[in-house]
């Protein structure tokens, strides 16, 4: 078990750049879902895969935001034309079954300037 | 928005005391998880509360489902250091699969 893999762990961009995230969860886990934090807040809910299907879509995941599952194994997360106010902490979850708890990434800190 | 009341919302305590944190909610839950955050790293899962009622231990931690399913404890006995962080509930709303975060609660251990 290596745990949940999330990359780059730091990313610095210029308002306006897209930018992407990837996630390569537990191997054996199907369930896959992505958060973003912000400073002082708990994780928010932003999507949610089974195997290669997005089953679930927060309000939070603005028309800039995609996510893909393409083979059901590792995942991706993009911003396009990113703004200010995406400057979050983003973070992957992976679960064999939702009510054994998620296992969390350490997260890929946005910052945008 | 969040629909997690957690309190307090920050503690300071001496080493060796006992601590405890908990959670409301208006709306009745089916699964209430306790995390801990360190700064610059994702939450790790303390304890998982599947049923009304249930009292759950894992070391020094214990933890309990509140029986109107609308609100959770956490206990922490004998602090150290190294419980320093800050400790989120989070909750599975009916048969929504995404967990619904408190905001946290920052735990302070002076020695």
């Known amino acids: 078990d290596t745990g949940v893999s999330q990359d780059p762990r730091h990313k610095i961009t210029k308002r306006g750049q897209n930018v992407t995230f990837r996630c390569d969860p537990i191997?054996?886990?199907?369930?896959l879902y992505w958060y973003r934090q912000t400073l002082g807040q708990g994780p928010e809910f932003l999507t949610y895969f089974q195997n290669e299907a997005q089953l679930e879509k927060s309000r939070l995941l603005s028309d800039r935001f995609s996510a893909e599952r393409p083979k059901g194994s590792f995942s991706t997360l993009e911003i396009q034309r990113t703004e200010q106010g995406d400057s979050a902490m983003y973070l992957c979850a992976s679960s064999y079954r939702e009510y054994y708890g998620y296992t969390f990434g350490s997260g890929t800190r946005l910052t945008v300037v | 928005g969040q629909q997690l009341n957690q309190s307090p919302q920050s503690m300071f305590i001496q080493e060796g005391e006992d601590v405890s944190m908990n959670c409301t909610s208006s709306?009745?839950?089916?699964?209430w998880l306790w995390y801990k955050q360190d700064p610059g790293e994702g939450p790790v899962l303390l304890i998982a509360?599947?049923?009304?009622?249930e009292l759950t231990s894992n070391g020094r931690l214990t933890a309990q489902f509140g029986t109107t399913r609308k609100d959770s404890f956490l206990n922490i006995s004998a602090s150290i250091p190294s419980d320093v962080g800050i400790y989120f509930c989070?909750?599975?709303?009916?048969?929504?699969?995404?967990?619904?975060f408190g905001s946290g609660t920052q735990l302070t251990v002076l020695p």
């Open positions: 191997s054996e886990h199907n369930r």
């Open positions: 509360l599947y049923k009304a009622g």
């Open positions: 709306s009745i839950f089916n699964t």
């Open positions: 989070a909750g599975l709303l009916g048969s929504a699969r995404q967990l619904t």
